[in-house]
C-alpha cells in the first residue's frame, strides 16, 4: 500500500480546487531511471487508468501506480512539506537504501 500523510492530502485537495485539475483526477507515482542515485520518482495528476495499475486510496486521495513501479514503492508514504527550507511533495520510501540530497532520487 502506498498511504498519504494528512499534509500531502491537504495539499492535493487544495491543488484539486484549481479549476486546471479535474476532481474525477487521481494521483499517479512511479518510478523511473535516473537521478544522482539511480531511480527518481514520477508524480502528476492522471484521470485514466492503465491494465497494470495498482490503485489505493488512502485519508480520501486516490493514488495510482504502475505495477512495476509498485515494486519499488510498497510501503511508501506521500509526503508534504511548505517550509522555507523546501517546499513539495516528498516519498518517505522505506524501501530506498540510499537517498539523494534533493530526495528526488533513491536507490535500493
Do not use: H, W
Amino acid at each position: 500500500m502506498i498511504t498519504v500523510s494528512e499534509n500531502a492530502k491537504a495539499q492535493v485537495s487544495k491543488l484539486k480546487g484549481d479549476d486546471s485539475v479535474s476532481q474525477e483526477a487521481f494521483i499517479r507515482v512511479g518510478v523511473k531511471g535516473g537521478g544522482c542515485s539511480g531511480l527518481s520518482y514520477v508524480m502528476d495528476f492522471d484521470t485514466e487508468l492503465k491494465d497494470d495499475d495498482k490503485v489505493f486510496e488512502d485519508k480520501g486521495v486516490k493514488i495510482v501506480v504502475d505495477k512495476k513501479s509498485f515494486l519499488y514503492l510498497v510501503g511508501t508514504e506521500l509526503d508534504y512539506a511548505g517550509g522555507l527550507n523546501g517546499k513539495g511533495f516528498s516519498f518517505i520510501n522505506p524501501n530506498a537504501s540510499r537517498t539523494c540530497g534533493c530526495g528526488e532520487s533513491f536507490s535500493i
